[in-house]
């Protein structure tokens, strides 16, 4: 049985028609783009919250540290740092709540700092950030005291 020409013609628009259905629509690498956009600005800001949460509970260490803090400025340490500086941060950081109780001064506040953070201790210079214990040798201060 042989089709005519108009059938054959038929059948052709017929499978343009539904072959043109299956493709995906145009503007579908747009959506793509905004869910991606979305994804990733979700996970941006979930980041930045879970780092401003763990910098505030950080932040609320209980000052076990008090005691050796105060000893520390009693025995006249004195400690410079800048503020832009993570080392200075994470020597304050070691110090949790207690740091308040440091003789903390700005580095611009002394010539002789050239390093932050730098410790003066006994007319002594200490650079670089110092742990608990050698701050503990040095000024005989006891931890958690």
């Known amino acids: ?22 493709h995906k629509p145009i503007n579908e690498p747009k959506k793509n783009k905004k869910v991606l956009f979305f994804s990733v600005g979700l996970i941006a800001v979930l980041l930045i919250g879970a780092g ?4 505030f509970v950080s932040s609320n260490k209980s000052g076990y540290l008090n005691g050796f803090a105060q000893c520390l400025s009693d025995k006249g340490a004195v400690m410079y740092g800048a503020s832009f500086c993570k080392f200075s941060a ?18 611009t506040e ?6 932050t953070p730098t410790w ?6 200490y650079e670089n ?17």
Do not use: P, W
Not at 110 to 115: A, G, L, Q, R, S
Not at 120 to 125: A, G, H, L, T, Y
Not at 129 to 145: M, Y
């Open 1 to 22: 049985m042989a089709l005519s020409k108009e059938e054959i013609g038929n059948i052709r628009n017929e499978t343009q028609k539904t072959e043109h259905n299956t």
């Open 110 to 115: 002394n010539n002789e700092v050239k390093i």
């Open 90 to 107: 994470a020597q304050k950081g070691m110090f949790g709540k207690s740091f308040k109780f440091i003789d903390y001064r700005d580095f």
């Open 120 to 125: 003066f201790i006994n007319d002594e210079k």
């Open 129 to 145: 950030v110092q742990s608990l214990d050698k701050l503990s040798v040095i000024t005989g201060c006891v931890i958690g005291s």
């Open 52 to 55: 401003i949460g763990y910098s």
